[in-house]
């Protein structure tokens, strides 16, 4: 049995997945012809309570092309310091947008709302560069699966309409906070001018995210996407799966979420084991005791299970749950890190 838990991105479409791919109607996207394609980004759309979406072939783009059309070159964006548009993507906030960004040192790669006005510079000061974006990220990955408290997201959407300021929500998982929440997609549909989802995390998809926003915003994230060369032909068959997913892949992230509470619970009893991060929803990070063993050796010790997990750097290691990882796996691997110790 091989174990594969560096990541919720490993999984591989389900039966009824494939399913719903190979007999989805399809056409010309770029021609915005494919009867799939439009009928997702209707259903995310609605989903939110937003006025339009759009298909994109990964969340860095969807992303991306949001904060291009938020900022002008040589505008500023504010995020924490865990931000995956800062840390993950390629420096494409600079190589796209011309933007930099004023790091925020939060909580587990959560802000308050004291420390984002803070960070804004003063617009009438011509020497520092015009703040113009806020961006957020529930559930966040570097902060380990942490889910915002959504008054702080309340105050902070105060802010930015107080200082003329956009406000992106980048929620690759943001599914996870929903369930975990039991949060309402509508309510976040209000405050945000823009929402990014991936369908290839939690929901178990082989490609794809959706950029949601208004009208007016969505239009002209049509042309960013060609730009960015995100324009594609048949990619109903990928939509199709996104709308698998949405109708039965959200409510059984819970199980994800149940699964790294236990795996914490076994975590933290280790003698090995220095700190479990607080678990939320599918990400577990933690630290061993290095003088007890090292993170090389408890990574080889379970490559030789056939089980793998991922460092982060700075001595974390992380483990994620997902839809290809079954209570058969679950119980074996529980097993299997009880004798490690
Ligand atoms: C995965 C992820 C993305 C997008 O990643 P892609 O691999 O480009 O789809 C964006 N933000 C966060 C927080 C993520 O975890």
Redesign the pocket.
């Known amino acids: 049995m091989e174990i594969n838990l560096i990541?919720d991105?490993v999984t591989k479409p389900t039966t009824g997945m494939l399913e719903a791919m190979m007999t989805a109607k399809v056409g010309d996207d770029v021609f915005k012809n494919d009867p799939s394609v439009n009928a997702l980004e209707e259903k995310v759309a609605n989903y939110f309570g937003m006025e339009a979406s759009l298909f994109?072939?990964?969340?860095?783009?969807?992303?991306q092309t949001a904060i291009k059309l938020h900022t002008s070159p040589g505008e500023q964006l504010i995020c924490d310091k865990y931000?995956?548009?800062y840390n993950?993507?390629g420096g494409g906030v600079s190589f796209n947008s011309g933007v930099s960004c004023k790091l925020v040192d939060g909580n587990r790669g959560m802000m308050t709302s004291e420390q984002v006005e803070e960070a804004i510079n003063p617009p009438d000061f011509y020497h520092s560069p015009l703040t113009s974006l806020v961006c957020i990220?529930n559930?966040?990955?570097?902060g380990g699966g942490a889910c915002w408290d959504f008054n702080e997201l309340i105050k902070i959407e105060k802010i930015c309409t107080d200082n003329d300021l956009k406000y992106h929500l980048?929620?690759?998982?943001l599914w996870n906070a929903l369930v975990a929440k039991q949060e309402n997609p509508k309510d976040y549909g209000k405050l945000f001018d823009s929402i990014?989802v991936?369908l290839?995390?939690g929901l178990g998809c082989p490609v794809?995210?959706v950029l949601a926003g208004n009208k007016k915003l969505i239009d002209d994230a049509l042309r960013v996407r060609k730009v960015l060369g995100g324009g594609m032909r048949q990619s109903g068959f990928l939509a199709a799966a996104g709308i698998y997913a949405m109708n039965y892949h959200i409510d059984r992230l819970a199980d994800d979420h149940k699964r790294a509470k236990e795996i914490g619970e076994v975590l933290i009893r280790l003698e090995i084991i220095q700190k479990v991060e607080p678990i939320e929803t599918n990400i577990i990070i933690f630290e061993l005791d290095e003088t007890k063993m090292s993170s090389n050796n408890f990574l080889a010790k379970l490559e030789e299970h056939n089980i793998s997990i991922i460092g982060m750097g700075q001595g974390k290691l992380r483990i994620v749950t997902h839809l290809d990882y079954t209570q058969e796996m679950h119980l074996h691997f529980l097993k299997v890190l009880k004798t490690l110790a």
């Open positions: 990541s991105t994109f072939p990964s969340g860095t783009m969807a992303n931000a995956h548009v993950y993507e990220e559930t966040t990955n570097k980048d929620g690759a998982r990014s991936c290839s995390k794809g995210s």
